[in-house]
């Protein structure tokens, strides 16, 4: 792929505008493009019909392109690109990209319990799958039966962490502005709720911590992004705590920390842009995917478990960390570097296609 022609050798599919899978894909995009690889990118919404319509109008559209590779970004693209590849003239090479543990979705609401399942069912048949991190991609090897010799990690592609030359060096690692702070306790730690106030990213369970805090009498205030489907309920819950809210990323302050309280996800982009800004994070070790956008000690902490006490243990504690030295932990997740491990994921998945295409029938 190094040397992709210049119209349609890759076609990234997504699922729609709104699904958070599609940012990936169209930085991925936007990387490549910059490397001189030109991409085309699908939203299956955007597609005429449903269902098997849908998949059908989809592999028309692959046959127009003549694709080399389709990535399938995100489980219900993903699901497509697999099925479309069936009723396609010239069979491209598929590469799976997952970025949500599949294990948890199986425990939640029926349309995501289905997708989990199919999942499980069709990974197997994709020529490479890769994940957002370590965790997930065992869950895949395990839960999907791809063998490892087909399954990589290829690091969520966060926007904005590493300029390049005097603008790095002005604005220090990550390239971020980045908060004035330095080692030990801040007299007021601002617990920063990372990512939208929504179920899956549990902010009640932050909100808890920040009142274990108060309770043992550390000064304490919430830092929230305005929206999402539980704002009411955050709210609620601080104000019947008298724990004060603010609405921005909070990270300006020498005592801020970021906390994500998911107990699964299958990265956590949030922890390493607090990295970047030389902001502490803190996560909960069940979370899987976390454990490869925290370095614990250095750019923030694991808590043990979920509940306020462990939460807020892993809070001070990361409170007195000095976030420095990790420019060359960032650059992994700079979209040029993982746009470079995907597209050693797409040869590696038409070498495959290739190398059964010359086999004899």
Do not use: K
Request: aromatic residues 2%; glycine residues 10%; proline residues 6%.
């Amino acid at each position: 792929m190094s040397s992709a022609r210049p119209d349609t050798d890759l076609v990234f599919v997504v699922a729609s505008a709104d699904d958070p899978a599609t940012e990936t894909a169209a930085t991925w995009a936007d990387a490549l493009a910059a490397a001189g690889v030109a991409a085309v990118t699908i939203a299956l919404r955007t597609l005429p019909g449903r269902g098997g319509a849908r998949i059908a109008a989809l592999a028309a559209r692959l046959d127009a392109l003549a694709p080399r590779a389709l990535v399938g970004v995100g489980t219900a693209a993903a699901l497509a690109a697999l099925a479309a590849r069936e009723l396609t003239t010239r069979r491209p090479a598929v590469v799976v990209s997952e970025h949500e543990s599949l294990a948890a979705r199986r425990r939640g609401a029926p349309a995501a319990r289905i997708g989990a399942i199919r999942a499980a069912r069709r990974y197997r048949h994709a020529d490479v799958v890769v994940s957002s991190s370590h965790a997930l991609a065992a869950e895949i090897n395990a839960g999907c039966a791809v063998p490892a010799s087909r399954s990589l990690v290829v690091p969520e592609p966060v926007p904005g962490l590493v300029p390049d030359g005097a603008e790095r060096a002005a604005r220090g690692p990550g390239g971020a502005e980045r908060a004035a702070r330095g080692p030990g306790a801040a007299p007021r730690l601002t617990v920063v709720v990372a990512g939208e106030l929504t179920a899956a990213n549990d902010p009640l369970r932050v909100v808890a911590a920040a009142r274990e805090l108060d309770r043992r009498g550390i000064a304490v205030e919430l830092a929230v992004r305005p929206g999402g489907a539980q704002t009411e309920a955050v709210r609620r819950a601080a104000a019947s705590h008298g724990i004060r809210i603010r609405d921005d990323d909070g990270m300006a302050g020498p005592g801020a920390v970021v906390v994500l309280g998911a107990g699964s996800t299958g990265f956590g982009a949030e922890l390493v842009r607090a990295a970047a800004r030389g902001v502490p994070a803190v996560a909960v070790s069940t979370a899987l995917g976390v454990a490869d956008a925290v370095v614990p000690g250095v750019t923030g902490e694991l808590a043990v478990a979920g509940d306020a006490a462990a939460l807020a243990d892993a809070i001070v504690s990361a409170s007195r960390i000095e976030v420095a030295g990790v420019d060359d932990w960032l650059a992994r997740f700079a979209p040029a570097s993982s746009a470079r491990l995907l597209l050693r994921a797409v040869a590696l998945a038409t070498a495959r296609t290739d190398a059964e295409r010359t086999v004899p029938a």
